[in-house]
């Protein structure tokens, strides 16, 4: 284990408007404060960033945005650039969700041009990666997680890796009728993750996050969180109330802590 901090966030998808979003991450800092050894996030959407960072200021809670193109501007009706992004005072872009691969025919080629563009712009990047359950069944999870990075950190140097963090996130196992996975499953991916950033950047590559994500709750969080290639937890809607956040946190935090201790 190292001496990172226990990552803990959740991504809002399309629920809650702006006043919502302020007002969840008020409650956020008001029951929880500044917590040491801890990096707390919220993933809103656009319409609500602007009024989450304001809240956000000078409580440590990270906010990110939930995508972006690669382009810096032009006829791209829908869209949103990097440029905007740190306009609005994010700390981070999640980039490659399941769902955006799935519905919107995200590649991994246009994934790498997203992640060159976050970094000109200065932001910090959440790469989500994960196998689908046809590549699960084939037992390919590991080549598959390894072709994701592979083709979206292309040329991405070392020197920005203090920008990175990397969510696992098995496909088959988010969503309504996801299936949390096995510890298990999740061990084995995870190291095949972190050999393949390794054989990137080197020892470096040691050093990025690495969180789980995938119908994490509180009865399973323990578990995920104990794990010590598993440096945080991405939760989905059992943390999209205040209440339901806090208690998976101080869950996951306190396995983590009794783990490493």
């Given at each position: ?21 302020r007002?969840?991450?008020?409650d ?15 993933i ?34 829908g ?7 740190q306009?609005?005072?994010?700390d ?7 769902e955006r ?19 000109r ?16 069944a ?6 598959t ?20 963090i ?11 009728g996801?299936t949390?996975a ?38 399973n ?5 104990r ?11 059992a943390?999209w109330q ?20």
């Amino acid at each position: 284990m190292t001496d990172r901090p226990f990552y803990f966030g959740t991504n809002f998808k399309m629920h809650q408007t702006p006043t919502e979003s302020r007002q969840f991450v008020s409650d956020l800092h008001e029951r929880l404060g500044s917590p040491d050894s801890v990096q707390l996030f919220v993933i809103p959407p656009y319409t609500s960033l602007v009024w989450a960072v304001e809240e956000a200021v000078d409580t440590g809670i990270w906010v990110g945005a939930q995508n972006m193109h690669f382009a810096e501007r032009g006829a791209f009706t829908g869209e949103i650039s990097a440029a905007m992004l740190q306009a609005a005072g994010v700390d981070m872009v999640m980039l490659g969700h399941a769902e955006r691969r799935q519905l919107f025919g995200e590649t991994d080629a246009a994934l790498h041009k997203k992640v060159q563009a976050a970094l000109r712009a200065g932001l910090r990047i959440l790469l989500c990666v994960g196998e689908n359950a046809e590549e699960k069944a084939f037992g390919i999870e590991a080549e598959t997680v390894a072709r994701q990075l592979k083709i979206a950190l292309h040329n991405f140097r070392s020197d920005d890796l203090p920008r990175l963090i990397v969510a696992y996130e098995p496909v088959w196992s988010i969503g309504e009728g996801g299936t949390p996975a096995g510890v298990a499953d999740v061990e084995y991916t995870a190291r095949h993750i972190r050999a393949t950033l390794v054989t990137l950047f080197g020892t470096a590559g040691q050093t990025v996050p690495l969180l789980y994500g995938g119908s994490v709750n509180l009865d399973n969080c323990v578990d995920y969180a104990r794990l010590d290639l598993i440096d945080g937890l991405f939760v989905g809607r059992a943390a999209w109330q205040v209440a339901g956040y806090v208690e998976v946190f101080q869950a996951g935090f306190a396995a983590k802590t009794e783990a490493t201790s």
